[in-house]
């Protein structure tokens, strides 16, 4: 049997534990993280995409399933039915395309924007519109913008902060 993609679920906050595990035994792994800046400086600056979930490549029919979901801080295999359930090596490559461009563009926006900040929209449905910067939502990559309409009126939406970008001041 070939290998595949599966994901092992830890305990709570324990990811990083189980990750380490798994890279001791010399299994290739898949551990997205992503910055993040916190109020508070010494709090973590980094945090998983999933969390409480490590995807391993593995050929199960050559590892023992029992020795992977009994590890330090895990908890067992995702799985439907018996059988742990096989991610796509197109699933793993798009998490890995969102969390690389997250990185690249999200934590430092999310830190260099304030309340009432114009931002311009790059792209989706309401490319190269601008809008005001209302909030970063707490737990995610999305933040509340306030986007003018006809006659002044504003909407709110919520959108991924990688769609935006802080509108250049005029000098």
Same mark, same amino acid.
């Given at each position: 049997?070939?290998?595949?993609?599966?994901?092992?679920?830890?305990?709570?906050?324990?990811?990083?534990?189980?990750?380490?595990?798994?890279?001791?035994?010399?299994?290739?792994?898949?551990?997205?993280?992503?910055?993040?800046?916190?109020?508070?400086?010494?709090?973590?600056?980094?945090?998983?995409?999933?969390?409480?979930?490590?995807?391993?490549?593995?050929?199960?029919?050559?590892?023992?399933? *029992?020795?992977?979901?009994?590890?330090?801080?895990?908890?067992?295999?995702? *799985?439907?039915?018996?059988?742990? &359930?096989?991610?796509?090596? &197109?699933?793993?490559?798009?998490?890995?395309?969102?969390?690389?461009?997250?990185?690249?563009?999200?934590?430092?926006?999310?830190?260099?924007?304030?309340?009432?900040?114009?931002?311009?929209?790059? *792209?989706?449905?309401?490319?190269?519109?601008?809008?005001?910067?209302?909030?970063?939502?707490?737990? *995610?990559?999305?933040?509340?913008?306030?986007?003018?309409?006809?006659?002044?009126?504003?909407?709110?939406?919520?959108?991924?902060?990688?769609?935006?970008?802080?509108?250049?001041?005029?000098?």
């Amino acid at each position: 049997m070939p290998h595949h993609w599966y994901v092992l679920r830890s305990k709570p906050n324990k990811e990083t534990l189980l990750w380490e595990q798994l890279n001791i035994r010399r299994v290739e792994t898949f551990y997205p993280q992503i910055r993040v800046h916190p109020v508070n400086p010494r709090a973590r600056k980094v945090k998983a995409y999933f969390p409480g979930y490590v995807f391993i490549h593995i050929d199960l029919d050559q590892t023992e399933r *029992s020795a992977l979901q009994w590890m330090p801080g895990a908890i067992g295999f995702v *799985s439907f039915g018996e059988a742990p &359930s096989i991610v796509p090596d &197109s699933l793993i490559n798009i998490i890995k395309k969102q969390v690389d461009q997250i990185n690249a563009a999200g934590g430092e926006l999310l830190d260099e924007l304030k309340h009432g900040d114009l931002v311009n929209i790059r *792209s989706g449905p309401f490319a190269e519109y601008e809008a005001i910067f209302d909030a970063r939502l707490p737990g *995610s990559e999305r933040v509340r913008v306030l986007l003018k309409f006809l006659q002044g009126r504003s909407v709110k939406m919520e959108i991924p902060v990688r769609l935006l970008e802080p509108k250049k001041k005029q000098k």
